[in-house]
């Protein structure tokens, strides 16, 4: 499948909302599933875009969106992880028909790619225990676990950080 990332554009930032909380409803990612207070935040891409800059995967076919991924590269609010010097990326979500096509490890490239632009020196990302799959990729591009910047939203959700030094 070809696919190009790309900024999101402004007319698909609230299908860019819904298919990141449906990513995660599907995948069981959010604690108290259609009532979690978690999925008002992640369907708010459009607040999303002013602070971070959101890629969204397309298939060069039909230039449908199957993905997209908030990459965070000057600090601010939607940096969980990042001090000075260091990105990171989140709310990374692909279609449930769009996954094992490469559009998640097209988006992880990429937010790799600016990162190394910007002159940063290392790029993070958290992500659930139970992301295993998510975690293959992660550490086949070259992510190590680093521990020390695990940290805990709220009690019982343990985040695991990886890091990409660059």
Not at 48 to 55: G, I, N, S
Not at 66 to 79: I, N, T
Not at 136 to 161: H, I, Q, S, T
């Amino acid at each position: 499948m070809d696919i190009t990332i790309r900024p999101a554009r402004d007319e698909e930032l609230d299908e860019v909302g819904e298919l990141t909380a449906q990513a995660y409803l599907l995948d069981g990612l959010v604690e108290f599933g259609e009532d979690d207070p978690y999925l008002e935040t992640l369907r708010a891409a459009r607040r999303r875009a002013l602070h971070t800059e959101v890629l969204v995967a397309v298939g060069s076919a039909q230039q449908r969106v199957l993905g997209a991924v908030a990459f965070v590269g000057d600090g601010g609010e939607y940096a969980d992880l990042a001090g000075p010097g260091e990105g990171e990326f989140r709310m990374l979500a692909v279609r449930s028909e769009a996954r094992g096509r490469g559009a998640g490890e097209a988006l992880v490239r990429a937010c790799v790619e600016r990162a190394r632009e910007q002159g940063l020196i290392r790029l993070l990302l958290c992500s659930q225990e139970r992301m295993t799959t998510a975690h293959r990729l992660y550490e086949r591009l070259g992510f190590v676990r680093a521990p020390e910047k695990d940290w805990a939203p709220y009690p019982n959700l343990m985040l695991r950080a990886y890091a990409l030094e660059l």
